[in-house]
C-alpha cells in the first residue's frame, strides 16, 4: 500500500503548478485582442479594398468587384477562401494580389484581419460543403452556359463584364460544391439570380464540370523587392508635349498609343498594386500604388505630362490623379480604358513571363 504524502510536501510545486496556468492564460486570445483585429482590419480594408469593393463591402464601386458583404456569398466562403482569394488575387483580373508572398503589400496577420473584418458582416448562418465532384459533362453545359451565364461572364468566363469564373486561382480556391451552391441559389440582391428552379439538377452539374475545365496550374511569380525610388520615368524624354486636349480627364488608349509613336514626352503611372505591376505593365511606365502614392510624389516631373492608369478601369488611377492634382500637379490624365483594353489592342507591355 502506498504510503500518503502530506499536502504540505506538495505546497512549493502547487506554486509553480498555478505560475505556469497563469502564464498560460496571459497567452489566451481575449475578446480585446479580436476587438483590436477587427479595428485592424477595418483599416486595412478601408485603405487597400473598399476603393473597388465599397466602404461596408456592398461592391461595384468599381466595375465588377462583388459584394463581399453579400450573405449568400458569405455563407459560403470559408474563411480560408477568403485569405487566398486577398493573398493571391485573381491574376489577369482587375483583383489583385494583395499578400506579400505575392509581391504585393501586406502580411499574413494583415490578411487575417481583413478576413475577420469582412467575416464581421455575416449575420447568416455558414452553408457546409462537400468535397464531393460534380458528375456532369461539359458537352452538354456549353449550351446552358451559353442562354444563363456568357451574358455576363463572357465566353469561357473570362471576358464578361461581371467576375471571372474561370480564373485558375479562384478555381483553385474552392470545391465543385461552391460553385454548385452558387449556380442554384445565387446572390441575393445581385444580378446573379438563382437557378435551382430554371436549370434541372443534372444541368447544373453539367454546369459545374463546364467551369471546372478552364481550370489551369496556378503560377507563383518570383520575389521581388517593393520599388522605393523610381528611375527613368519619363517616356521619349527629348520629345516634344503630346497632343493632349487641356481641361478633360480622361484620354484614350489609342490617342496615347498615337503620341507614343510620334515620339511624344510622357510619364506613364501604373496605379496599381506592384503585385500587378511586377505581373506585367505598359511598357515605359513606373509603379505609384494608389495606397502609398504620396510617398512618390516628390520623384513624379510637374512640367510633363503624366498618365495613369489602372485595371478597375479608373479608381485607383483618378485616386492617384485627385492626389497629384491636390498637389498642385496640372498635366495630369487618367487612361480611359484601362490596361486590359491597353493589353487587347496589343499595344506594348512588359512582362515577367517574357
Request: charged content about 25%; glycine content about 8%; some cysteine.
Amino acid at each position: 500500500m502506498r504510503a500518503k504524502v502530506p499536502f504540505r510536501t506538495n505546497l512549493p510545486w502547487v506554486f509553480a503548478l498555478l505560475l505556469l496556468l497563469g502564464l498560460a492564460a496571459a497567452c489566451i486570445p481575449t475578446s480585446t485582442s479580436n476587438e483590436a483585429q477587427l479595428v485592424e482590419g477595418k483599416d486595412l480594408y478601408l485603405k487597400y479594398c473598399s476603393l473597388c469593393h465599397a466602404k461596408n463591402g456592398e461592391g461595384y464601386a468599381a466595375d465588377a468587384a462583388n459584394a463581399l458583404a453579400n450573405q449568400d456569398f458569405l455563407a459560403l466562403a470559408t474563411d480560408e477562401f477568403l485569405y487566398a482569394s486577398i493573398e493571391r488575387g485573381r491574376p489577369g483580373t482587375p483583383m489583385s494580389a494583395w499578400g506579400k508572398t505575392r509581391n504585393g503589400p501586406l502580411s499574413p496577420e494583415e490578411i487575417d484581419s481583413i478576413v475577420t473584418w469582412i467575416r464581421n458582416w455575416q449575420s447568416t448562418e455558414a452553408v457546409a460543403l462537400t468535397s464531393e465532384p460534380s458528375e456532369g459533362v461539359a458537352q452538354r453545359g456549353e449550351p446552358l452556359y451559353s442562354v444563363h451565364c456568357a451574358a455576363c461572364h463572357g465566353e469561357e468566363g473570362g471576358s464578361g463584364s461581371y467576375m471571372s469564373i474561370n480564373n485558375p486561382e479562384g478555381l483553385a480556391a474552392v470545391p465543385d460544391d461552391f460553385l454548385r451552391k452558387t449556380i442554384q441559389k445565387g446572390r441575393s440582391g445581385t444580378p446573379m439570380v438563382a437557378y435551382e428552379n430554371t436549370i434541372p439538377p443534372q444541368g447544373i452539374e453539367d454546369l459545374v464540370t463546364l467551369i471546372r475545365s478552364w481550370q489551369k496550374d496556378t503560377e507563383t511569380p518570383e520575389r521581388v523587392e517593393p520599388i522605393t525610388e523610381l528611375i527613368d520615368i519619363i517616356t521619349n524624354p527629348e520629345g516634344s508635349e503630346p497632343d493632349f486636349s487641356e481641361g478633360e480627364r480622361y484620354v484614350g488608349a489609342d490617342k496615347v498609343q498615337e503620341e507614343l509613336d510620334l515620339g511624344a514626352r510622357m510619364a506613364l503611372v501604373d496605379a496599381r498594386p506592384s503585385s500587378d505591376y511586377f505581373l506585367e505593365h505598359i511598357t515605359g511606365a513606373v509603379n505609384v500604388p494608389f495606397y502609398s502614392a504620396e510617398d512618390y510624389v516628390e520623384q513624379l516631373p510637374r512640367d510633363t505630362w503624366i498618365v495613369v492608369y489602372c485595371a478597375c478601369p479608373h479608381a485607383e488611377s483618378g485616386q492617384v490623379a485627385d492626389l497629384l492634382e491636390a498637389n498642385g500637379f496640372t498635366k495630369v490624365k487618367v487612361l480611359d480604358e484601362g490596361f486590359f483594353y491597353w493589353k487587347e489592342q496589343g499595344y506594348p507591355v512588359t512582362s515577367s513571363r517574357d
